[in-house]
């Protein structure tokens, strides 16, 4: 479920930077978040007699309503639909290509480098959340992986006791408090207004959306994006059929799943209280004394 | 030395009786449960490992899963609000069908996995239930955690849910379900039939 740039997502985040492609332009490519508001916003202009669903009277049924969390639910399934059919004929048989055509030791490489060109993001959030032994990870496994690692192809860090942990602007205002909002099925995945707005966030957090014009930087970004899209979506080529599969209301499954999930993963980041120094410094220590 | 005399002193001990019983009760139940999962873990990753065919494995592990985990009370939780509204007849039909459904879904699975073993952490006490970490370990692929809730309401100790990556798998499907029969009209009926076309579909060798 990791989208590659910044994160778990049940479905990769990859039509935004599709977008963008077409688009081209450096400063569209910027404020891009921005952008996708604004989209929204019309699609919700457009749609604006069916895009909430009716509060349901019957007490129980108004209990299902509140523990879906989901008032714009015509809405969303409009998008949901719209993202499963461009999945289906353009995401999923390029990921499968790719699985086909690409060797597993390779693609787990290019899969550590996504993972940690996207570590400067996860720093900042972990800064943002207050977590240092975190942000020390995210930051230790940048230096080492850029590095030694030749760019991230290879995970050292993991190997020097620095796994991998994902974060994102979301999970950060999930620790400062700030309630999840209605759930939002936007073309990059599953999402919510306040993990929509995280997802903003973590574009401006990304180096990569500011390199420089020149230096073929920006194709490389652009592979990069893509790069991201298709790998996060072969890493789930399974999962996903599967549940396309057997689940009777996909839709629904995956909203379920993706809000506890994320409530889990804000919760693990709240009883995180480790200390600073990692792991090794104790078993040095106890072994010492 | 008063103290020690007469009836303060019987009173005395059986409050301290007590107290010991109170705090040694949840040690046990805890012990108790790791042991239960250690079991029934231990006979299911011996079939996943073994080298017998994939039918036999299927075999060997219907008893196992019908003896360690309560399929009845899942059944119920995943229907939800609309166990009440379903009849006694539909009710029963539904049991015997999710019955086959969640076997089909567990043996689905056991072609994928060879060379498996697993480790369980804390107990943790989750509700009414109990909630026994496990990690599963998997040749060439990450650890995968897992979180076991353990029942004790049927009179013995059955497995009523796992949550992996922080999702229940049973209120998952309780959400499927819910929001599948709303958009059906509130009718218990189509789950139904939805569940037989999913059995009818469902090819065993798919794995």
Not at chain 1, 38 to 49: D, E, P
Not at chain 1, 100 to 116: E, K
Not at chain 1, 233 to 256: G, M, N, V
Not at chain 2, 66 to 88: F, H, S
Request: hydrophobic letters at 40%.
């Amino acid at each position: 479920m990791n989208s590659g740039r910044n994160g778990k997502r049940i479905r990769p985040r990859g039509q935004a930077h599709n977008a963008q492609a077409i688009q081209g332009t450096s400063a569209s490519r910027r404020f891009s978040p921005r952008r996708a508001g604004l989209v929204l916003s019309v699609l919700a202009l457009a749609g604006c007699s069916s895009i909430e669903a009716p509060v349901p009277k019957d007490p129980d049924a108004l209990e299902d309503y509140k523990q879906a969390n989901d008032r714009y639910e015509p809405l969303n399934r409009k998008v949901y639909n719209l993202t499963m059919k461009f999945d289906k004929w353009a995401l999923r048989p390029v990921a499968k290509a790719y699985v086909w055509a690409v060797p597993h030791p390779v693609r787990n490489s290019l899969g550590n480098m996504i993972t940690t060109m996207n570590e400067p993001s996860v720093f900042f959030n972990d800064v943002g959340a207050g977590r240092p032994r975190r942000a020390g990870d995210a930051f230790a496994r940048w230096c080492i992986n850029m590095s030694v690692g030749i760019g991230g192809l290879i995970d050292v860090a993991k190997m020097a006791g620095f796994p991998h942990h994902d974060n994102d602007a979301g999970l950060t205002m999930a620790n400062w408090g700030v309630p999840s909002g209605p759930y939002l099925f936007l073309p990059m995945g599953p999402s919510s207004f306040r993990d929509g707005i995280g997802y903003g966030i973590d574009q401006g957090l990304s180096p990569w959306n500011y390199v420089p014009r020149g230096y073929g930087l920006i194709s490389f970004n652009w592979a990069y994006n893509m790069m991201g899209v298709v790998h996060g979506r072969s890493e789930h080529l399974d999962d996903l059929d599967a549940l396309q599969r057997d689940a009777l209301d996909p839709y629904a499954t995956i909203r379920s799943a993706y809000q506890q999930q994320r409530k889990a993963q804000a919760e693990a980041i709240k009883n995180d209280h480790r200390a600073t120094v990692p792991l090794w410094y104790h078993v040095k220590n106890r072994q010492q004394g | 030395m008063k103290f020690f005399s007469g009836r303060r002193f019987i009173l005395g001990s059986l409050a301290l009786l007590c107290a010991a019983n109170l705090t040694a009760l949840p040690a046990r139940a805890a012990h108790n449960t790791r042991q239960f999962i250690e079991n029934f873990g231990n006979k299911l990753v011996a079939i996943v490992n073994s080298p017998i065919p994939l039918s036999e494995k299927k075999e060997q592990v219907l008893p196992l899963i019908q003896q360690n985990v309560d399929i009845d009370a899942i059944g119920r939780y995943c229907l939800g609000r609309y166990w009440k509204v379903a009849t006694p007849e539909q009710q029963k039909e539904y049991i015997g069908l999710f019955h086959q459904v969640l076997v089909n879904a567990i043996t689905d699975k056991l072609g994928d996995y060879r060379g498996v073993s697993f480790t369980i952490g804390n107990v943790t006490k989750s509700g009414d239930d109990e909630s026994v970490d496990a990690t599963l370990v998997r040749p060439q692929q990450p650890p995968a955690t897992m979180q076991w809730i353990i029942s004790n309401a049927s009179g013995t100790d059955k497995v009523v849910d796992v949550v992996g990556e922080g999702a229940s798998l049973r209120l998952t499907q309780r959400q499927d379900y819910s929001s599948y029969i709303a958009r059906n009209g509130g009718n218990v009926g189509a789950l139904i039939n939805a569940l037989k076309r999913q059995i009818a579909h469902h090819t065993p060798d798919a794995h």
